[in-house]
């Protein structure tokens, strides 16, 4: 069993197309590592027997000649925000304890498309917001590198769930970084997509105009599968591109000449770590030595990203929070007695502190008085701040910086709400943009903790970050 959960993605789906591997035994072997390494609190719900029967079906059709699926067999998790049927759907919030989604998101119905096996809903931060995973009304997923330090958040179970060998992949959900950071906390690859390259219906919204759903994986070829699985045109979400798509997984590549990357003066003005500081510049070193040409550029906005995120998510949020009232949708509190107090009672028991704060903090900036002031506000300098990025992107092909200012730090080493916003500090600029960034391993720091390094791509340009990351984690000795 322990020769099955070290192997990569790729290698689970070939060993099961090919015979060497059935699924039902691949999933036993998840099952197990699941139930071998349970104080890592990474799943918020699982239905084995679900997984197994999953797992006969896709056995008994390759037995009858039918190998068709690029996730053949595989058991993969999905964050908890994602609409399933048969397990719940609960954002980890006692608001929606025990909700069975009516209908299941298209990621998901992709996966199944394409021979997943729907093993377990990971544990996150409450609504996605978060970026430690404690905020979660199931507790705190502890890092399987140094289960002392947090796991990232919001897709901290995700990440915990690739890293502890319990799946061969899973999504998760950025909409400030929840990808990429416990990616790089967790040491494993983490894709965050280009805004509407990956459909959103069914994905419980956090801020509807930042979230996109994406691929976790143990390396980038795995990754690149997962995310061509799940990609794609739905007619169903608005906010969904229709262009055309051409495969990422297995286009790699065998030199990088001719390939720019850019140095944003701003992020090296920016807080970092020494560990991390020299785990960039050593990146930088491979790179140019593997013939990749580095120009300078400038976004001279990109350190006020976090203020736009703050206010725009904020803002969106207690918007689609709204209707968690105990009325239309939630738990309603039982020792309700009024209209008024299902509304106060159901609201105010439900949500945690965080996602308190932040509905408080949207709509103080969306009320009169505040809204020029703050959203309005906010919304201008993001049309900036992505004109900048355009101007950036004219001139190379992507942009190097580290995912997180430090390494996985150590649970409740965060002293305010505005210690925990600013470890986002890299992350969060891609959002505002919209486009792609990916988030890969490049050295390890304090406490032997993983590095992540994330590069940054211009609108659909996933293919060029893929191949780059992929580039550097077969070379890079």
């Not at 699926?69 to 929606?96: E, H, Q, R």
């Not at 590549?253 to 003066?265: D, E, M, P, S």
């Not at 803002?315 to 309700?336: H, M, Q």
């Amino acid at each position: 069993m322990e020769e099955i959960l070290t192997k990569s993605l790729t290698e689970i789906v070939e060993g099961i197309k090919n015979g060497t591997y059935t699924s039902t035994q691949v999933t036993q072997a998840c099952i197990q590592q699941i139930e071998k390494t349970k104080e890592y609190n990474t799943l918020n719900h699982t239905n084995f027997e679900d997984a197994l029967r999953q797992a006969n079906e896709i056995d008994e059709r390759i037995a009858q000649g039918n190998t068709n699926g690029l996730l053949l067999g595989a058991p993969i998790v999905v964050k908890d925000n994602m609409c399933t049927y048969v397990l719940p759907t609960t954002c980890s919030s006692k608001i929606l304890e025990n909700f069975v989604a009516p209908y299941e998101a298209t990621v998901v119905s992709k996966l199944r498309a394409e021979g997943a096996v729907i093993l377990g809903k990971a544990n996150m931060d409450e609504f996605a917001m978060g970026s430690s995973n404690e905020t979660s009304a199931y507790g705190k997923v502890l890092n399987p590198c140094n289960t002392s330090r947090v796991p990232g958040g919001s897709s901290g179970g995700s990440a915990a769930c690739v890293c502890a060998h319990q799946c061969f992949g899973a999504l998760g959900t950025d909409t400030g970084g929840s990808i990429r950071q416990p990616a790089s906390f967790c040491g494993v690859v983490g894709l965050k997509p280009t805004y509407g390259e990956v459909s959103r219906r069914g994905v419980v919204a956090f801020a509807s105009s930042l979230d996109q759903v994406g691929p976790m994986a143990k390396n980038v070829a795995d990754t690149a599968l997962l995310f061509d699985a799940i990609r794609g045109y739905d007619a169903k979400d608005s906010t969904s591109s229709n262009h055309k798509r051409t495969p990422t997984a297995g286009k790699f590549l065998k030199t990088l000449k001719g390939l720019r990357i850019g140095l944003v003066k701003e992020i090296f003005e920016q807080p970092m770590n020494d560990d991390v500081r020299q785990a960039l510049e050593k990146a930088i070193s491979f790179y140019k030595l593997s013939g990749v040409e580095f120009v300078d550029v400038s976004i001279p906005n990109i350190a006020q990203a976090i203020d736009m995120y703050y206010i725009l998510s904020s803002a969106e949020a207690a918007s689609n929070l709204a209707r968690f009232d105990g009325i239309k949708y939630g738990r309603r509190a039982p020792e309700a007695k009024t209209v008024e107090d299902i509304y106060t009672l159901s609201r105010s028991q439900g949500f945690g502190d965080e996602v308190k704060r932040r509905i408080m903090l949207g709509n103080y900036v969306l009320s009169s008085g505040y809204f020029d002031a703050y959203y309005k506000k906010a919304t201008l300098c993001q049309e900036v701040l992505k004109q900048q990025f355009a101007k950036a992107f004219e001139m190379c092909d992507a942009l190097i910086t580290p995912t997180s200012p430090t390494v996985a730090f150590p649970f409740g080493s965060k002293a305010t709400p505005l210690e925990m916003y600013l470890s986002d500090i890299y992350t969060v600029p891609v959002n505002i943009f919209g486009g792609p960034a990916i988030s890969f391993p490049c050295g390890k720091g304090e406490n032997n903790m993983p590095i992540g390094l994330q590069l940054i791509g211009n609108y659909f340009e996933e293919q060029t970050l893929l191949q780059l990351a992929e580039f550097y984690e077969r070379e890079a000795k």
